[in-house]
């Protein structure tokens, strides 16, 4: 019972959370399209900024936050927290879930990220909300996070592995920016092959330690919730890294609003 109600609760949090970033952002964005004093405050060229406003690149910006500066700090605090205390093991060869009775501030870090995770899909869901598949996306996801909190195994793993996803996110998100920002530049090439190999870096990393967590409840004989993620797991592997190679294609596809269904399955 105290399990359910912490992610209920936190759940609950991070997601009223998102919606207040959303609401900020809005107004800031509003403000910066209007006030000629901030832009000069900021050295913001009029043109350039209302170029990029209009094209929402602001949804990338705020997302890039979450994944390069709040994920981070919440694996980094569990893992510090994993060594500091025990001060022997590989972190990823913990063993019980993300409630384990063990207990452990690295465990809380796991389920911060966790938590940040859910929040961030909430607030993403304005922008897609008339792409039924992205909002089936999300809920997928919504309902994979609140199994691995739940999952009697392999916690770390299982997270660390969705955290390596969202890097590759980060990196995409990046490269949005980048294009943005830098339109006058027409050869992007090599923004595109960092893209390209920081995804796929990603992708290869989150597939193994999602694996890693599959086969611990397999011979755990926890062979539910080894099917739920591998049945979960492959599809989105392999999609991420199709729409990835279609991304930097000549002709590719390119985010602009409203968000493609393609867009999104890099997120």
């Known amino acids: ?33 209007t006030d000629t ?41 569990g893992w510090l927290a994993w060594h500091l205390s025990s001060g022997h093991g590989r972190w990823l060869d913990r063993r019980g879930g993300a409630f384990d009775s063990d207990g452990g501030l690295d465990l809380v870090g796991i389920r911060l990220f966790a938590y940040a995770f859910f929040g961030y899909l909430v607030r993403d869901l304005p922008s897609c909300w008339s792409d039924p598949l ?33 890097c590759g996110s980060c990196a995409y998100n990046g ?6 920002l830098s339109a006058a530049h027409r050869d992007r090439k090599h923004a595109a ?16 330690l999602g694996l890693l967590a599959t086969w611990q409840h397999w011979i755990l004989g926890h062979t539910g919730f080894a099917s ?9 592997v392999l999609i991420r890294q199709k729409e990835c190679t279609a991304r930097i294609r000549p002709g590719g596809k390119k985010s602009r609003h409203p968000r493609s269904a393609a867009d999104k399955e890099c997120d």
């Open 228 to 236: 739920f993620f591998l049945i979960c797991g492959v599809p989105l």
């Open 134 to 166: 992205i909002i089936l996306h999300h809920l997928v996801c919504w309902i994979g996070i609140v199994v691995s909190l739940h999952a009697p195994a392999a916690a770390v793993p299982l997270f660390l592995s969705m955290f390596a996803f969202e």
């Open 1 to 33: 019972m105290a399990l359910s109600s912490e992610v209920l609760l936190c759940c609950g949090v991070s997601s009223v959370l998102g919606i207040a970033v959303n609401f900020c952002v809005y107004q800031w964005h509003r403000r910066l399209r």
């Open 175 to 180: 490269w949005i920016v980048d294009e943005a």
């Open 37 to 77: 004093g901030i832009q000069r405050c900021f050295g913001l060229d009029r043109t350039l900024l209302l170029e990029t406003l209009d094209a929402d690149l602001w949804i990338h910006v705020v997302s890039m936050v979450y994944q390069a500066v709040v994920y981070p700090a919440c694996i980094m605090f």
């Open 193 to 208: 092959n960092v893209y390209q190999l920081l995804f796929t870096i990603s992708n290869i990393a989150g597939a193994y």
